[in-house]
């Protein structure tokens, strides 16, 4: 018992004497850290204003956090904040332009809002870094429709075609 009493007590000694040493260590990171652990706790008491704030100072901390950054959108596009949303998006975009999944949610926005420069630049961002994938190509043509660019439509068939050469359901796609 008195063993326990004083290991007990050495310890509490340690921690009392390392403490501005700890506390001085901590770093902007762990400071980030600490905002978005709130941040996703203020969400699961349903406080998403709050959860918004401790994103938002976590971000200020750690500004090439993709996860972070990804919080944002979701908690500024599930507050209606939609044109925050789309700056955040932007910037994950910029931080992250070969995220497949990110980078075609940002086409979609800016196809709806017929933005076509601005989606064009994602899928041309996509295509250096994903150049066989099917989807991108298949999304640059909807683009290419829509500008009537018909010789760009006819490139970029040649380029699906040759992605998969023994792909049989291509002329149904084509119509």
């Known amino acids: 018992m008195i063993v326990l009493l004083f290991s007990t007590l050495r310890i509490l000694?340690?921690?009392?004497?390392?403490?501005p040493l700890l506390s001085s260590a901590v770093t902007e990171s762990s400071e980030a850290y600490e905002n978005y652990l709130k941040g996703e706790y203020a969400i699961l008491l349903y406080n998403f204003e709050e959860a918004e704030m401790y994103f938002s100072k976590a971000l200020l901390l750690s500004p090439h956090s993709p996860t972070?950054?990804?919080?944002l959108i979701d908690i500024?596009?599930?507050?209606?904040?939609?044109?925050?949303?789309?700056?955040y998006m932007e910037q994950l975009f910029y931080l992250e332009p070969n995220n497949k999944e990110s980078s075609l949610d940002l086409y979609e926005i800016y196809l709806q809002n017929d933005n076509f420069?601005?989606?064009?630049?994602?899928?041309?961002?996509?295509?250096?870094?994903?150049?066989?994938?099917?989807?991108i190509l298949f999304a640059k043509l909807n683009i290419q429709y829509a500008k009537k660019d018909w010789d760009a439509m006819?490139?970029?068939?040649?380029?699906?075609?040759?992605?998969?050469?023994n792909q049989s359901d291509i002329l149904k796609k084509i119509y």
């Open 154 to 165: 006819l490139y970029t068939y040649k380029n699906i075609y040759l992605s998969d050469i």
């Open 76 to 87: 500024t596009s599930y507050q209606g904040k939609y044109s925050d949303a789309l700056e």
């Open 13 to 19: 000694l340690i921690l009392f004497l390392c403490t």
């Open 117 to 135: 420069d601005a989606a064009n630049i994602i899928l041309d961002s996509l295509i250096i870094h994903h150049p066989d994938d099917q989807d």
């Open 68 to 71: 972070i950054i990804k919080s």
